[in-house]
């Protein structure tokens, strides 16, 4: 079943600070994550002109600017590789141009895109799709305002699993220790943990505790 899956690997979702804060954040933790998200608050806010900085400081690590591109595929997608980001996230809810135009962009930088299906009718069916169109890796995500509701994003992991494995996926939207022992038997690639680690007292341990969880799951 987990035939040709790597070990899992962590996604830092960083959201809520500053970039100046992201430094001493990630010293802390840095060993632990896989990949760096700079999450599509820090781009509102702050723009994505210090992504490069960040690349340049943990050059080992896989950038990802969560720029949720819904038009101008490559236009936009140009904007976050330029900045030095490895990977730019489109939403699956864009147009098969706009979401082409943004993978021709990753294909001239030699970079990679993640499919964000966050709201998506039917994710399972249009995986197919999204592989067809060269999709990085695709990210089953429970959207921030729907996950304080406790929807239950589990039976989607689950029965995506059946159909196409865990391969290229991410798991996202509010996860933590409990979520992760859930996905036992349906491990994604990539799992995303975002304001567990982030809002906690003690983010390095928050983050021991989630790679000792991701470990027990994966022997």
Same mark, same amino acid.
């Given at each position: ?95 098969? @141009?706009?979401? %082409? &135009?943004?993978?021709?962009?990753? #294909?001239?930088?030699?970079?990679? /895109?993640?499919?964000?299906? +966050? ?39 689950? @029965?995506?699993? %059946? &159909?196409?494995?865990?391969?290229? #996926?991410?798991?996202?939207?509010? /996860?933590?220790?409990?979520? +992760? ?39």
């Amino acid at each position: 079943d987990f035939e040709g899956l790597k070990e899992m690997k962590l996604q830092l979702a960083y959201d809520l600070g500053t970039y100046e804060e992201l430094y001493p954040f990630m010293e802390e933790i840095e060993e632990a994550v896989d990949i760096i998200e700079i999450g599509t608050p820090v781009i509102l806010r702050e723009g994505v002109s210090q992504i490069e900085n960040i690349k340049k400081r943990f050059p080992d690590k896989l950038i990802f600017a969560d720029l949720k591109i819904m038009d101008a595929g490559k236009l936009e997608a140009d904007i976050g590789f330029q900045a030095g980001a490895d990977m730019v996230s489109v939403l699956g809810l864009a147009s098969k @141009k706009t979401i %082409e &135009a943004a993978k021709n962009s990753a #294909i001239q930088w030699n970079n990679k /895109i993640m499919i964000d299906m +966050i709201n998506l009718e039917d994710p399972i069916m249009k995986w197919t799709d999204f592989m067809k169109m060269g999709m990085d890796y695709g990210c089953l995500h429970t959207a921030h305002d729907d996950v304080t509701d406790g929807e239950n994003s589990l039976e989607i992991v689950e @029965k995506f699993h %059946e &159909a196409h494995g865990g391969q290229q #996926i991410s798991v996202a939207g509010g /996860i933590d220790p409990e979520k +992760i022992r859930n996905l036992k038997s349906f491990q994604p690639e990539i799992l995303v943990v975002g304001s567990y680690i982030t809002t906690a007292v003690d983010p390095s341990k928050a983050v021991k505790t989630i790679r000792q969880v991701m470990n027990e799951i994966s022997v």
